[in-house]
């Protein structure tokens, strides 16, 4: 497995930007996909988004679509989140998180992800 921290949360007022990074120490980050997801209050987690181990697969909730993107950096051991033109009900807390299993390019669920970092908040105000 690998140890996952999260950064880049934020208050931010509807309409900006914000891109959230997820540092992975280890080495097999290259080979795992991953994923962001996040929990709201009072809500359950939810997925935002995933990318494949290499990169050329992603996938996006459609609740996201064409405001975030996902994106990764094998050399750097580093993934990506970054957000536009945010809304207050984008406000909650993002979770990084990695595949339990090596080299799977489809999208993830929350149970198939065996690492899990600490979240970082993301408030939008409207």
């Known amino acids: 497995q690998v140890q996952l921290a999260e950064s880049g949360g934020g208050l931010v007022q509807a309409g900006g930007s914000l891109r959230l990074s997820c540092v992975a120490s280890?080495?097999?980050?290259?080979?795992?996909?991953m994923g962001w997801f996040r929990q709201a209050p009072g809500k359950e987690r939810e997925f935002v988004a995933s990318i494949s181990w290499r990169g050329d697969s992603t996938y996006y909730a459609d609740s996201v679509k064409g405001r975030i993107t996902i994106s990764r950096d094998n050399a750097k051991n580093t993934m990506y989140l970054q957000m536009s033109s945010l809304k207050p009900e984008d406000t909650a807390v993002y979770y990084c998180?990695?595949?339990?299993?090596?080299?799977?390019?489809?999208?993830?669920?929350?149970?198939?992800?065996?690492?899990w970092g600490q979240g970082t908040q993301v408030t939008v105000s409207s």
């Open positions: 998180a990695a595949d339990s299993l090596l080299l799977r390019s489809r999208k993830l669920t929350a149970q198939d992800c065996g690492s």
């Open positions: 280890g080495r097999t980050f290259s080979q795992r996909a």
